[in-house]
């Protein structure tokens, strides 16, 4: 029964066996039919760029316009009309040329009036002055005459005294004519006494008038510098930018009337975005790009206030600027942020975008092929691209668009044709 049984069971054994065999086989050649190839490409079809390290200044590109660096707005001095215009926007103008006049009948006569008024008070200090002058002369004869009588009494004390020694005279009219004498001398004390308070009050009266007359010489100089600006000039030299007034209109006192800014004192306005904002700091160095080079300036201004997502910076020049620089005309430039010490970068290439991560290809070191990598860029400084990871510094990396590839980690590269 037993060997009956196992000569049954080997036949099917190696049946199976058989059949596992067979599924292995066509496995391995559906495998080998349907498995990938590993493409191939020309190296000299190939941009490529070498990662380099070392210290560079991060320079942020930004854009904005010249503007004039001194700018001044005229306003309507008075209440007035527009009686004459002699120059229309744009406009070339110098410190001293007219642009506008008011006309103002009311300021006219305010000086009228003030100058006659002036004229009166001159008249009456003139008078005033005569007066005091003649006041002091009349004490002065008054104390002329107390002298006067004073060398009179001192004779009779003498001849008196000398005829008291000799027994002639009476000794009571030496008496009297001594004390006549003293009283005299005692009153023309009194007297340049008095004289000297009147001379100091009389110079007081006389600074007071002076002073009246100094204010109302302000006065008609107010007036007459009032009637001077209805004459509307520049005040500064360079373009006439807005004029805000038309012939016969009536303007008020304060009111705009024109704008004036320098034509070849120019400063930069840059929009800043408010991202990299905080990291600007006054005094840092801008490249503003121009057709002929590039012109330096820094820094002076920063904007408080954020508006569309931007902060204007005011960058004053340090060079001589080019004539045919206008203000408004528009400027790209180049603003420092911080400096990177022993960063990795590499030079800037059609397809790299800063601030991103791609999937790049870069070359595999002494070998035919190329190796998938993500590589995060940082900012963009001039003409080179900041590396953040995915490479170290001599790589190099692969900038032509392989994203039809992207399936692939390896890439082989064929050298034969370089």
């Not at 390290?53 to 991060?58: E, T, V």
């Not at 660096?69 to 926007?89: D, F, H, M, N």
């Not at 590396?387 to 390896?410: C, M, R």
Request: hydrophobic share 40%; with cysteine.
């Amino acid at each position: 029964m037993n060997i009956n049984i196992d000569q049954k069971t080997k036949p099917n054994t190696l049946k199976v066996v058989l059949i596992i065999a067979a599924l292995v086989a066509v496995t391995c050649i559906g495998y080998f039919t349907i498995k990938p190839t590993t493409p191939q490409l020309s190296a000299n079809t190939l941009n490529v760029v070498t990662v380099q390290q070392g210290d560079i200044d991060i320079m942020t590109p930004v854009y904005g316009q010249y503007a004039s660096r001194y700018e001044r707005l005229i306003s309507a001095p008075a209440t007035g009309q527009v009686g004459e215009i002699y120059l229309r926007a744009g406009a070339d103008v110098e410190a001293t040329t007219i642009i506008a006049k008011l006309v103002n009948p009311d300021l006219q006569q305010q000086l009228f009036e003030s100058q006659a008024k002036l004229e009166r008070m001159h008249s009456e200090f003139a008078s005033f002055k005569f007066q005091k002058q003649n006041e002091q002369l009349t004490f002065q004869a008054e104390l002329a005459d107390i002298d006067s009588q004073i060398q009179g009494a001192k004779l009779d004390v003498d001849v008196n005294q000398r005829l008291s020694d000799q027994g002639i005279a009476a000794k009571i009219d030496l008496e009297r004519a001594i004390l006549k004498h003293n009283q005299l001398k005692k009153r023309l004390e009194f007297a340049n006494y008095r004289f000297e308070k009147q001379k100091e009050m009389h110079k007081l009266e006389l600074e007071q008038q002076k002073i009246l007359l100094t204010q109302q010489q302000k006065q008609v100089d107010l007036v007459s510098n009032k009637v001077a600006a209805l004459t509307i000039t520049a005040g500064i030299a360079g373009t006439l930018q807005r004029l805000d007034i038309e012939l016969g209109e009536r303007v008020n006192q304060g009111q705009a009337m024109a704008r004036v800014g320098s034509k070849t004192q120019l400063m930069a306005r840059l929009n800043i975005p408010q991202r990299i904002a905080e990291r600007i700091q006054l005094g840092a160095t801008v490249e503003l790009k121009h057709p002929n080079g590039t012109l330096k300036g820094t820094v002076k201004q920063l904007a408080s206030v954020v508006e569309n997502g931007f902060i204007v910076a005011e960058v004053h020049l340090s060079e001589p600027l080019p004539s045919n620089l206008r203000p408004a005309q528009p400027v790209n430039a180049l603003v420092f942020v911080e400096r990177k010490e022993n960063a990795l970068y590499v030079s800037q290439q059609p397809g790299l975008k800063p601030l991103g991560a791609q999937r790049l290809y870069k070359q595999i070191p002494n070998q035919p092929q190329l190796q998938q990598q993500q590589i995060t860029f940082g900012e963009l400084t001039g003409s080179e691209l900041l590396i953040t990871t995915g490479a170290i510094a001599g790589e190099k990396i692969i900038t032509n668009d392989l994203s039809q590839w992207h399936t692939y980690t390896h890439l082989a590269l064929d050298t034969s044709k370089l």
